[in-house]
């Protein structure tokens, strides 16, 4: 059927003025995927694994296709069951999410609005200052120290009365330092309880540092403590969207009330409990990506390169003003990283021969002895 009066769609969009945005999402930042490249380049742009999902994933995810007909489980109660037992909590302390992205916003939308702020470092993960504007509050960026690790003493200095949240990202992306848990206990101990402390720990598995965050104890000394992880990293399944929030029961009754129906997809539940089941591929393949890490790092440093220890599946290269520079040379080379202009470039841990053309041209760049 047609419309009478259908404007096109050029003024549609341009020169509507009786429908509009609210104003907090007309300037949203916009968020840069990593970069695909060519066919036959190597994608080391979005901290990716490298390795296909495991048979038990595969054989799982093949007979859990005949029913997408049906609405998968609400609340993803199998899931939320099995990681509560994992995570040693009750299974009300876990809301599983589209992506921990979806429950960053949510949480955001739940805790903040116009008027209020969110804390946290920056650099950090580029999703954080598009999920604040979204709810109208606004970001307080926090400058990451000369390392590149979180400042949690001006963090704490940063809080004001229409502080709602403080967003702390370890290892952080995209510098890949990390924090320390007599770091975090510390931090917890100054922030005052009426203010979310959100964890955003996507790379918790790589992070191998003496004291890594222990976010069970933190959750259960902390009532304004939530969590985030996610299975696009260490469990290898960032296309099918699942991550998950554990905080107190309460916060996250409130959260799951808020919470899209449905918002985990049945094929992305089922993927996500036979990587559980499967937990032993999944260190397997984080194992492997540390070591490649540590090899990636020794020779950086017989390049002349000192870079703080990176705890991500990903390493970051402080080149300032050379950073546009080195992406492209990589790219010429085959390899897409994923820049930050004006500041570095971060480099996902990935196949042998993409990290080894990766480390061609960081030889090119690197610091005089
Ligand atoms: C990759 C990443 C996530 C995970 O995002 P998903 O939506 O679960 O894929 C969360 N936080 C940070 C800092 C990340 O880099």
Known sequence: MQSVRNESPASQTAGNESLQWRPALQSLP????????RTGTFKLSSNEMPFPPSAGVIAALADAMHDVNRYPQMHSDGLAAQLATLHGVDAEQVVVGNGSVALIELILRSIATDGD????SWRSFEAYPIAVAATGARSVQVPNTASGRHDLPAMVAAITPATKAVMVCTPNNPTSTALTHSELVEFCEQVPSSVLILLDEAYWHFDTSQDRVRAEELLATYKNVITLRTFSKAYGLAGLRVGYAIGRRRLMRQLQVAATPFGTNALGQIAALAALRDQATADANVAAIIAKREEFVRQLQTQGWQIPAPQGNFVWLALGDRTQEFAAAAQDAGVMVRPFAGEGVRI?????????????IAAKFAPPQ
């Not at 916009?30 to 490249?37: I, R």
């Not at 996902?348 to 061609?360: F, P, Q, V, Y």
């Open 117 to 120: 702020e969110v804390v946290y």
């Open 348 to 360: 996902t841990i990935g196949e042998s021969e993409a990290n080894a053309i990766a480390l061609e």
């Open 30 to 37: 916009q968020y840069v995927p990593g970069n695909p490249g």
